[in-house]
């Protein structure tokens, strides 16, 4: 059985106000088998793709990520691949089409602020932090 992560991406054009346009990955997850390392690293790599027709299907789970702008709009299609760089930061590429037919195309540098774990449902769980150094050299991992 595998581990299943929760990769939360969001990217916004001013971020302190109504996020407005904006793409959010919340309902991303990813195997813990597809990380790279147990370093900064670990993401280096990873593609994402996703398609669904909405009209085709009434059950499906939710889509990856949604597009922000004035309401959401979920992913119909969606490409997403990181790339650690020498300094550290990932570069994004992320392109796709939501719902309503609004376009989505992404290239930069994200940095990475932070790696942290937390319970499926929120609550505090004893065995976050051993599975946390069990993904990840946590002593090796610094801040700057």
Do not use: C
Not at 44 to 51: A, E, N, P, S
């Amino acid at each position: 059985m595998d581990d299943w992560i929760q990769l939360v991406i969001t990217i916004s054009r001013e971020p302190k106000a109504d996020m407005s346009p904006a793409l959010t990955t919340e309902w991303l997850e990813i195997r813990a088998s597809d990380l790279r390392s147990k370093g900064w690293g670990a993401l280096d790599g990873l593609t994402v793709y996703f398609t669904v027709h909405f009209d085709e299907f009434s059950d499906i789970l939710d889509p990856p990520a949604a597009l922000y702008e004035g309401s959401y709009g979920s992913v119909q299609e969606f490409d997403l691949r990181l790339t650690l760089d020498p300094k550290g930061h990932y570069s994004i590429s992320v392109s796709g089409v939501d719902e309503f037919g609004r376009t989505l195309r992404i290239n930069g540098s994200l940095p990475v602020f932070s790696v942290g774990v937390r319970h499926v449902d929120g609550t505090a769980n004893p065995l976050a932090g051993a599975w946390l150094e069990t993904h990840f050299d946590v002593e090796k991992m610094t801040f700057g």
